[in-house]
T-cell receptor, first 111, second 112 residues
Framework: KQEVTQIPAALSVPEGENLVLNCSFTDSAIYNLQWFRQDPGKGLTSLLLIQSSQREQTSGRLNASLDKSSGRSTLYIAASQPGDSATYLCAVWAGGFKTIFGAGTRLFVKA | NAGVTQTPKFRILKIGQSMTLQCTQDMNHNYMYWYRQDPGMGLKLIYYSVGAGITDKGEVPNGYNVSRSTTEDFPLRLELAAPSQTSVYFC???????????FGSGTRLTVV
């Protein structure tokens, strides 16, 4: 059974720091992985989708990497800002409707 | 540019009551989903639909029902509410399976 884990559950960093959020999954048989952002009391916003054949995807200050064989993905945020404070979730898709979500990492960027 | 709209945003139900959570999308997406999010847990799929008239159970369907009479609407029905259904419910849609999701802003439901 696929399990998705995000560690740490919470992270606090000073403004301007570059940071990495981690996502690990137990079954490497996935087709893609998405990273989402969730603001308090709001829905999830898709940030990046990385296909299993890709190693990286970039959007602005965000860069997601995927290593299927080791069951890991990272989300790199450059020059963090207080507006980046949110919960970041990853989700893996293994075909059909088998999208498995992690519980998320709550990020707080201090001004 | 509404995306996925969910109503209501908050609701308190008494045990045994029923209600319908509404979900509408204006992007002409075929695929729609209902998830629940519990504290410290990942989202769990309740039901999904691949198009009007076609629905199927997800991981945690017990106590819920859905219908999909149009492409735009995908309501979730709770029958005989129980405290275990206290959660935040999200509706989402996507153009195809495995593509990027668009989520609604959620419904926070408390059953007392």
């Amino acid at each position: 059974k696929q399990e998705v884990t995000q560690i740490p559950a919470a992270l606090s960093v000073p403004e301007g720091e570059n940071l990495v959020l981690n996502c690990s999954f137990t079954d490497s048989a996935i087709y893609n992985l998405q990273w989402f952002r969730q603001d308090p009391g709001k829905g999830l916003t898709s940030l990046l989708l990385i296909q299993s054949s890709q190693r990286e995807q970039t959007s602005g200050r965000l860069n997601a990497s995927l290593d299927k064989s080791s069951g890991r993905s990272t989300l790199y945020i450059a020059a963090s800002q207080p507006g980046d404070s949110a919960t970041y979730l990853c989700a893996v898709w293994a075909g059909g409707f088998k999208t498995i979500f992690g519980a998320g990492t709550r990020l707080f960027v201090k001004a | 540019n509404a995306g996925v709209t969910q109503t209501p945003k908050f609701r308190i139900l008494k045990i045994g009551q029923s209600m319908t959570l509404q979900c509408t999308q204006d992007m002409n997406h075929n695929y729609m989903y209902w998830y629940r999010q519990d504290p410290g847990m990942g989202l769990k799929l309740i039901y999904y639909s691949v198009g009007a008239g076609i629905t199927d159970k997800g991981e945690v369907p017990n106590g819920y029902n859905v219908s999909r009479s149009t492409t735009e609407d995908f309501p979730l029905r709770l029958e005989l509410a129980a405290p275990s259904q206290t959660s935040v419910y999200f509706c989402a849609s996507s153009p195809t399976e495995g593509s990027r999701y668009t989520f609604g802003s959620g419904t926070r439901l408390t059953v007392v």
